[in-house]
Structure formats: structure tokens, C-alpha cells
T-cell receptor, first 106, second 117 residues
Framework: LAKTTQPISMDSYEGQEVNITCSHN???????ITWYQQFPSQGPRFIIQ???TKVTNEVASLFIPADRKSSTLSLPRVSLSDTAVYYC???????FGQGTELSVKP | NAGVTQTPKFQVLKTGQSMTLQCAQD?????MSWYRQDPGMGLRLIHY???????DQGEVPNGYNVSRSTTEDFPLRLLSAAPSQTSVYFC????????????????FGPGTRLTVT
């Protein structure tokens, strides 16, 4: 199983763009990369998924370089309500790591 | 659709007691799973099921049993509760993706907060 490494925490201010990078050196050929968001006392919520290059939806963008050994979740113009833990997952068994705790300040 | 529902929301057990955490989904998802989340930690996979009658172990299966007799329900049984099982338990479901793997978009329930004293 591909192991993922993310920063434990990040701070940002309202209106800024936030980029959270995840390292996954042992990603397998067939593995997709998925990001989840979790607010306190709630279950995680799917944000975005990708295989290569760039994926964008109404919430975020996901950038994946050609070697696929890392990926970057980009949150444009964050607000206070984006304060949450963000998890990067790789592969089919959906193993969650510790995630990145994002704190957005006014 | 109600989505993924879990009962109870809160539970306190004494060491050695047994109980079943209930999970149901009404989205006709093939794949269901159970996770536990300890304070300040990520989620750890306990057991999962790729369809009715089929279950498999995750990262931390010891002390837990599961069965999947219907597509909708996936109960988690604690055989003899221990303080180390104090945690928040999340159930999730998704469609099956390629080659029987789960779709990466899982839907999570609201969680059951369990305390074992």
C-alpha cells in the first residue's frame, strides 16, 4: 500500500490560496489520489480525485506531476469555514493518514 | 435519501460488555466499511465489505466482528469491550469501482462516540 506524507498543520488567512502537498513515493500504476475534508465531530467528506495532471471542481483543484509521486490540493480564496483536517489517500483500500489540520484566520 | 445512518450516536459501556453498532445505507452501495478515529488521529480501517456475504479485515480488526447479510446493513460487533476501544466510529459506503475496488468517493455517517470505562 502506498504510504502518504502530509504536513501536520498549516495556517492561512481568509482570501488566500492554500496549497497542501502530499507525498506518495510508492504509488502504484493503477492508484488514484483522493482528498477528503473533515470538520470536527463529523465524518470525512470527499473533495476531489485525480489520476494525473490537473483536476478541478467547484471546491478545489488537484495538481499531479508526471511522476505521480506527489500531489497538491489547492483551495482558492479560503474562508473561515475551510478550517478543517484534509486527508490525502492513495489506492483502493482508502487508508487515512493523520491528515493536515488547516486553520484559517480572519 | 437518508444516506448513511448510524445508531446510537453515543454509548457508554463497561469493560467486558458487548454491543453492536448499527450502520445502514439506502444508496444501494456495494462497498461498506468501518473506521475508528481516536482523538487527534486520522481514521483507521477496521473491517470492510465488498458486497452482501463478503467481509474482510482492515488495519485494526482485533476485537471487532462484522457481517453483511444485506446490501443495506453492515453492523459492527464489539465482543468484549475494552478501554482501548474508546473512540469515535464511522461507517462509510460507496459504489464499487474498477476490479471490485471501492469507488474513491465514500459517503460517511455521522459517527458513534463510544466510551468504555
Amino acid at each position: 500500500l502506498a504510504k502518504t506524507t502530509q504536513p501536520i498543520s498549516m495556517d492561512s488567512y481568509e482570501g488566500q490560496e492554500v496549497n497542501i502537498t502530499c507525498s506518495h513515493n510508492n504509488i502504484a500504476t493503477n492508484d488514484y489520489i483522493t482528498w477528503y475534508q473533515q470538520f470536527p465531530s463529523q465524518g470525512p467528506r470527499f473533495i476531489i480525485q485525480g489520476y494525473k495532471t490537473k483536476v478541478t471542481n467547484e471546491v478545489a483543484s488537484l495538481f499531479i506531476p508526471a511522476d505521480r509521486k506527489s500531489s497538491t490540493l489547492s483551495l482558492p480564496r479560503v474562508s473561515l469555514s475551510d478550517t478543517a483536517v484534509y486527508y490525502c489517500l492513495v489506492g483502493g483500500k482508502l487508508i487515512f493518514g493523520q491528515g493536515t489540520e488547516l486553520s484559517v484566520k480572519p | 435519501n437518508a444516506g448513511v445512518t448510524q445508531t446510537p450516536k453515543f454509548q457508554v459501556l463497561k469493560t467486558g460488555q458487548s454491543m453492536t453498532l448499527q450502520c445502514a445505507q439506502d444508496m444501494n452501495h456495494e462497498y461498506m466499511s468501518w473506521y475508528r478515529q481516536d482523538p487527534g488521529m486520522g481514521l483507521r480501517l477496521i473491517h470492510y465489505s465488498v458486497g452482501a456475504g463478503i467481509t474482510d479485515q482492515g488495519e485494526v480488526p482485533n476485537g471487532y466482528n462484522v457481517s453483511r447479510s444485506t446490501t443495506e446493513d453492515f453492523p459492527l460487533r464489539l465482543l468484549s469491550a475494552a478501554p482501548s476501544q474508546t473512540s469515535v466510529y464511522f461507517c462509510a459506503s460507496s459504489y464499487s469501482g474498477l476490479a471490485g475496488r471501492p469507488s474513491y468517493e465514500q459517503y460517511f455517517g455521522p459517527g458513534t462516540r463510544l466510551t468504555v470505562t
